[in-house]
Antibody, heavy 117, light 107 residues
């Protein structure tokens, strides 16, 4: 079974940093584009970033460009999101998701990031 | 960035009704669109990819259509378990974007 397990969330002060991880299992990790998507509880979905199989194609939402960096380690079946210069508005549940054509077919359970003074 | 506008923002219908809701893109995106269902406290679930392809395991009462700028998700016979919020997402160009969602309730 495909499994995606996020970790690394927590409480951080504005201006601080966090590194999220997503450990994948049950599929050939380097065959897939991987995504980060976030959601403020009770609000809509916001796509954050995506990375292709070898890191040669990467995209970011305008709201995080220049502050967040996505990466992956195919040998460890892991996806990462380095988040710097965090803002209160970055508070959300962060999901990793596996790409599937024009769609994301498998999602983790999410890891909560809270940015607060 | 490509904007996706979903309408209506919410709807209420009876069990067995045929319901449709739309997603309009601010510019043409070919068929690079997905539809998701999200229930409270759960991660989104992919229903349709490439605008009209039903994901494996998704009930056949769900269907997607459209191309270019206008897309529709249809539930042919609404069931109680379909109560959820539905989102569209475009994959045509970075940054990828989601619509604001349509919340479906049972009357």
């Amino acid at each position: 079974d495909v499994q995606l397990v996020e970790s690394g969330g927590g409480v951080v002060r504005p201006g601080g940093s966090l590194r999220l991880s997503c450990e994948a299992s049950g599929f050939t990790f380097d065959d897939y584009v991987m995504h980060w998507v976030r959601q403020v509880p009770g609000k809509g979905l916001e796509w954050v970033s995506a990375i292709n199989w070898n890191g040669g194609s990467i995209g970011y939402a305008d709201s995080v460009k220049g502050r967040f960096t996505v990466s992956r380690d195919n040998a460890k079946n892991s996806l990462y999101l380095q988040m710097n210069s965090l803002r209160v508005e970055d508070t959300a549940l962060y999901y990793c998701a596996r790409g599937h054509y024009s769609g994301s077919s498998h999602w983790g359970q999410g890891t909560l990031v809270t940015v607060s003074s | 960035a490509i904007q996706l506008t979903q309408s209506p923002s919410s709807l209420s219908a009876s069990v067995g009704d045929r319901v449709s809701f739309t997603c309009r893109a601010s510019q043409g995106i070919s068929n690079s669109l997905a539809w998701y269902q999200q229930k409270p406290g759960r991660a989104p679930n992919l229903l349709v990819y490439d605008a009209s392809n039903l994901e494996d395991g998704v009930p056949t009462r769900f269907s997607g259509s459209g191309s270019g700028t206008d897309f529709t998700l249809t539930i042919s016979s609404l069931q109680p378990e379909d109560v959820a919020t539905y989102y569209c997402q475009q994959f045509n160009a970075y940054p990828l974007t989601f619509g604001g969602g349509t919340k479906v309730e049972i009357k």
